[in-house]
Every structure is written in C-alpha cells, then in structure tokens.
C-alpha cells in the first residue's frame, strides 16, 4: 500500500492524490470543487497531513439531530 504521507511525496504526487481524489477541481461542473481544492492546499504545500484537514472538517460537522426538533403540526 502506497503512503501518503507528505514525507513521502512529493508535491506534485500531493496535488495528483487530491486531483484524483475529488474529481474535477476546477469546479466547472457545479463550482463545489474550488472549496474542497482551496480545503486540501496545507496537504499539497506540505503542511498538514491529510488526517488532520479531515479531522479537523469533521470536527466542525454538525449533525442533524442537534437542530430543532420537530413537534408536529398543531392540527391536533
């Protein structure tokens, strides 16, 4: 198995893992892939691992569950 770790990549191998990755990242499709790209530029400048810019993402997810709740339609 491949490692991805920055100390083992170069950074164009970086910014072809996270090209590979995220498909198209110009953004053409539905302008959603500049944000994921811009996300992924500590990983391909060699900053960060990609762990940790996931970890970090996941971190800021907010699940639904944690929203309003629904109490019904008052026609009762």
Sequence with gaps: MKSYLIQNT????REQIVAESIGKIDGACDSCMPGLAEMYQ??????RELREINMAFSAHYVSGAEGPTRSGCGMA
């Design 10 to 13: 170069t950074r164009e191998e």
């Design 42 to 47: 500590d990983y391909i400048d060699g900053k």
